[in-house]
């Protein structure tokens, strides 16, 4: 029995999640499901984006899912919080190209390992007179543990055995400047691991010019986030973009998406992302079977073309292709 986590959130959040639910209740694996609240709507009710209810139930459950937010005006993002408490440090973004869905190459396969709890997304920011200033804090302790996170990844992924260091410490000289040493203070112990580093700027123009060369990417919050999103436009769009969010106790998974307000309650969103992430999940509890025929189930289906939301060229509804998809493993 594996208690999990759910948190919707709001927007397509909620149907998204449903996909996710839908899909682990036809599994022969015993889940017990708790439910916690979090985002704009659960603002509008209790008085906060982030109950202390909801952060218990994470840190008391096997592992977590998380649909999508709506910003909140004047209040601190949900998902950044609850991954500060739950301490998922390392944040995995996954980029595959997809038989069937336009790619900028057919044979994209690399993943984004995001350093997830410094950096600007500390959220402290304050006034000084006619400025405002917003915190970037980088420590060596978290630069040396993502690192040590990718250079493992790629040991495991066994494909091009790289990790490229995504910095920009020609400007920030000591905050990307820790972050580069740390990375190569922790390549010395993986020598048979090819290494590089790039500017982020020219990282951006990689990932377009030459996609393929990469295996593994390390990169601090902000950069990180920025690259997968950009990533994600080379496969299809971020309604094939997963996540998972891994600490040394903690794991929480969710779509890269937003909640999309704007398509919300027509049960037209991806439900891909929302469900490769449950794979990503699965995988992390030890069900790495299950989750092998998840994400091979959702690449038969994408590869069909039968039954595709209109962001990948079709018409189908949301659970329309949640239950291709769950027809196809099982």
Known sequence: MYNIAIISGDGIGLEVMESAEYLL??????????????????????GTTLPEETIKIAKSSDATLFGASTSTPGQPSPIINLRKELDVYANLRPIKSYQGIKSLKDNIDFIIVRENTEGLYCQIEYEDNDKIIAERIITRKASEKISEIAF??????????????VHKSNVLKKTDGVFKESFYKVAEKYPQITTEDFYVDATAMYLITNPLNFDVIVSSNLFGDILSDESAGLVGGLGLAPSGNIGDDNGLFEPVHGSAPDI????????CSMILSTAMMLDYIG??????????????????????TPDLGGKSKTMEMTKAIVKEMI
């Open 25 to 46: 209740d036809k599994l022969d694996i015993n889940f017990n499901f708790k439910y916690g609240e979090a985002g704009f709507e659960c603002f509008n009710k209790n």
């Open 152 to 165: 493992k990844l790629s040991k495991r992924r066994n494909k091009q055995n790289k990790v490229t260091c």
């Open 264 to 271: 919300a309650g027509k049960n037209i969103a991806n439900p």
């Open 287 to 308: 069900e790495k079977e299950t989750a092998l025929k998840i994400n091979n189930a959702v690449e038969n289906v994408v590869a069909k073309g039968k039954i595709l």
